[in-house]
C-alpha cells in the first residue's frame, strides 16, 4: 500500500510537458473553483496545509506538482469556472487541459470533483464533454457529502446514474474531509491505478 502521508509538493509547471524531476505515473484532480480540491488533498495525505499553502493565487495557469510516496504525482489543475479574470481565463484553462492530455504516456486517471449538492454547472458539463473525448479512466468524487441528508443522497445518486448511463468507463464515490471512512476507501480506490 502507498503511504499517502509520505506526501512532498515538488514543483508548479506552467508547461504540461516540462520534465518532471522523475517519470511516474500521474493522477490529475480537477475541479470548479471551490468545490473542495484543496481540502481533498489535504485529507488525502493527512497534512494540514500541504494544498493550500503550495498554490499561488493569481496563477491560474499552473499544474501542482506532488510527489506521493514516491509511487505517483498528484497534479492539482486549477479550478475552472471562475469568472474573476472571464473568457480569458476559461480559454487558458481549456489549452492547459489540452496541452495536458495531449500525448501523455503517464497520465492514468482523472479524479474529477462534482460538488455532490449541486447539479453539473455549465462548466462541468463541458468538462465532461472535454473528458469523454478521452479514453481515460475517470472517478468522479462528490465533494461534501456531509451536507447531505437522505432526500439530496438519494437525487446525487440518481444524478450520476443518468449522466454516466452509457460511460462505464466512469465510476463516482462520495467524499468528505469529515469522514475517515471515505477518506481512507478513496486511498483504496487510487491505490491500484
Ligand atoms: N462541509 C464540508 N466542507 C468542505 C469539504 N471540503 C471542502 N469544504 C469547504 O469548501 C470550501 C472550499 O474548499 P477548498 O478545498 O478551498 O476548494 P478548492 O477551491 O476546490 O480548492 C472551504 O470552505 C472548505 O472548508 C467537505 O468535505 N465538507
Ligand atoms: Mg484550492
Redesign the pocket.
Known amino acids: 500500500m502507498v503511504n499517502f502521508r509520505n506526501a512532498k509538493f515538488i514543483t508548479s509547471l506552467a508547461d504540461a510537458h516540462a520534465p518532471r524531476p522523475e517519470t511516474r505515473p500521474e493522477l490529475l484532480l480537477v475541479?470548479r473553483?471551490?468545490?473542495?480540491?484543496?481540502?481533498?488533498i489535504n485529507a488525502l495525505v493527512d497534512q494540514k496545509n500541504l494544498a493550500r499553502t503550495s498554490s499561488k493565487p493569481g496563477h491560474t495557469r499552473l499544474l501542482n506538482l506532488f510527489d506521493i510516496d514516491h509511487t505517483f504525482y498528484l497534479v492539482d489543475a486549477p479550478?475552472y469556472g471562475y469568472t474573476r479574470g472571464g473568457g480569458r481565463h476559461v480559454e487558458l484553462f481549456a489549452t492547459l487541459m489540452e496541452d495536458y492530455f495531449h500525448d501523455n504516456a503517464n497520465l492514468v486517471g482523472v479524479l474529477w470533483l462534482l460538488d455532490s449538492r449541486h447539479d453539473l454547472s455549465k462548466d462541468d458539463q463541458t468538462f465532461f464533454t472535454f473528458l469523454l473525448a478521452y479514453k481515460i479512466n475517470v472517478k468522479i468524487i462528490l465533494?461534501?457529502?456531509?451536507?447531505l441528508n437522505q432526500k439530496m443522497l438519494a437525487e446525487a445518486k440518481k444524478r450520476m446514474q443518468v449522466l454516466l448511463k452509457d460511460y462505464p468507463q466512469f465510476s463516482y464515490y462520495f467524499?468528505?474531509?469529515?469522514d475517515a471512512n471515505l477518506i481512507r476507501n478513496l486511498r483504496s480506490k487510487i491505490y491500484p491505478w
Open positions: 475541479g473553483s471551490n468545490v473542495g480540491k484543496s481540502s481533498l479550478g465533494t461534501k457529502a456531509d451536507k467524499f468528505s474531509i469529515d
